[in-house]
Nanobody
Framework: QVQLVESGGGLVQAGGSLRLSCAAS????????MGWFRQAPGKEREIVAHISGSGGRIYYADSVKGRFTISRDNSKNTVYLQMNSLKPEDTAVYYC??????????????????WGQGTQVTVSS
């Protein structure tokens, strides 16, 4: 089990930037693949980005490719999501999630065992 705490959300104008952080408890952080998901009102939770335990494999949803960057610092038990060129359609609650199992590609919420509480990101036009 790992506990996750997100931070860094807020209100930003379109075109602006935010960096989300997700701090994890525990000593085995590098054994977890990590994902960032988001959920807008009335919509299903969707994958934004995924990073493997070593950081060597990364996936981005098409909607954020070229604008968002996921990274991790295993020495600090933290995963980041740098969000640039934000758009109003990026408005959502953003969640980080940890995936222990090595099966699956980490693209679906059901693959993840642990979730943070979420942080609100609001992009104004």
């Amino acid at each position: 089990q790992v506990q996750l705490v997100e931070s860094g959300g807020g209100l930003v104008q379109a075109g602006g930037s935010l960096r989300l952080s997700c701090a994890a408890s525990g000593r085995t952080f590098s054994s977890y693949a990590m994902g960032w998901f988001r959920q807008a009102p009335g919509k299903e939770r969707e994958i934004v980005a995924h990073i493997s335990g070593s950081g060597g494999r990364i996936y981005y949803a098409d909607s954020v490719k070229g604008r968002f960057t996921i990274s991790r610092d295993n020495s600090k038990n933290t995963v980041y999501l740098q969000m640039n060129s934000l758009k109003p359609e990026d408005t959502a609650v953003y969640y980080c999630a940890a995936k222990k199992s090595r099966s699956g590609l980490g693209l679906f919420s059901y693959e993840y065992e642990n979730w943070g509480q979420g942080t609100q990101v609001t992009v104004s036009s």
